[in-house]
């Protein structure tokens, strides 16, 4: 199984970017899909799943508003889209995958990880 990130980069405070994961070796509809990201000097956070279908989605309270999710069974490719970036959002953002939604919600469980993809974000 492989789960790779792309579309991480530099970007100023209040710019967007959009991330995407491409999943191969899984039924991919059938597992739920999440993102987390992690902070120099902290530890992985959540940061927002997506159901098998895409109808049920849950964000951190910290990206709900800015951070957007979607999921593409056809191309095996769940995105997030990443709007009015702050530096706090900086980190190495992580495609999840797991069977159950409410565990990826919970941080727990999860069966595959993405190597991550670097978002850096200046003042």
């Known amino acids: 199984v492989q789960l790779v990130e792309s579309g991480g980069g530099l970007v100023q405070a209040g710019g967007s970017l959009r991330l995407s994961c491409v999943a191969s070796g899984l039924r991919f509809e059938t597992y739920s899909m999440g993102w987390f990201r992690q902070a120099p000097g902290k530890e992985r956070e959540f940061v927002a799943v997506?159901?098998?279908?895409?109808?049920?989605?849950f964000y951190a309270d910290s990206v709900k508003g800015r951070f957007v999710m979607a999921r593409n069974n056809v191309d095996n490719t769940v995105y997030i889209q990443l709007n009015n970036l702050q530096p706090e959002d900086t980190g190495v953002y992580y495609c999840a995958a797991a069977i159950s939604y409410t565990d990826i919600s919970k941080s727990r469980a999860i069966d595959y990880w993405g190597k991550g993809t670097l978002v850096t974000v200046s003042s």
């Open positions: 997506t159901d098998w279908n895409g109808m049920q989605k």
